[in-house]
């Protein structure tokens, strides 16, 4: 890679990766609560329901915290049957009341065997054969294991069986495993190790990077948020998923950036 272009992701990182990122946000939510499986709960329903304005999604995110009365975990451990009509109404986007009821029974089914979400997405997975692509096709696999589930839920979670770039999922394992003493991303998982995450190929990552050169023009899919991921570990290995906020930071920063502004940066040639 360009060192220029290191330099430039170096240095939008350290001015991203700070905690005035959190307020507008997603992460924002699983901040609200000090405890671990509050930060999971909302960590991982927040970052599925990360498609649209940001202000529709923390608005949505908080209005699941009120049904569940302001302490999800502790709701989901005990809810009835009858508890649950109060979600009748909820829904964001394609997102509706039988999916919400699925993520609730399913999170219900998993928190009274486990203590922590980690489990969830380290089925199958080891230090001998640390794969993080296996992991989130388990975790599919493990997510809708019950008799009732419905095409449309299925729609909610991605996979890279299928292609996709999972970037939900990815910017949410970003949140629970990166580990920095910058006070964003919480650092609480340990199986799994940050060189292993993907960076979360969104539409914002995806254009600085193409601007950048750093990958190609291509349809989002899984094998290009693993190449991009790469290619950013030739600026850290251990830790290349940070770059997500240099890259998301660009691209809300320069909206209408172009490759001309790489000037700036000492770029005189990107190459073919």
Known sequence: MNSAIGELLEKKFNQFNQTSFIEHDPISIPHLFSDQANKEIMGFW????????????????????????????????GFQETDLKRFENFKHRTFQYP?????????????????????????????????????????????FDDEWVLNRTKKHISRPASKSACKRICMFLRW????DNMGVDF???????PSQLICPLDVHVQR????????????????????????????????PVKYDFALFGLGIEYKNWGIEELGNWGIEELGN
């Open 187 to 193: 650092g609480i998982w340990n199986k799994i190790e």
């Open 208 to 239: 600085q990077a193409e601007l950048l050169r750093i990958i190609p023009e291509k349809k989002p899919n899984w094998q290009l948020a693993v190449d991009l991921t790469n290619e950013l570990k030739t600026l850290d290995p251990h830790d």
């Open 46 to 77: 927040t970052a599925i329901l990360s498609w649209g304005q940001r202000k529709t999604i923390l608005n949505k995110a908080h209005e699941l915290i009120d049904l569940m009365d302001g302490n999800p975990h502790q709701f989901i451990l």
């Open 99 to 143: 999916d919400t009821l699925y993520f609730l029974h399913f999170f219900q089914r998993h928190y009274q065997k486990h203590n922590s979400l980690e489990t969830a997405f380290t089925i199958g997975f080891s230090d001998e054969e640390p794969n993080i692509e296996k992991a989130l096709n388990n975790f599919y696999t493990y997510f």
């Open 176 to 179: 629970m495993v990166r580990k």
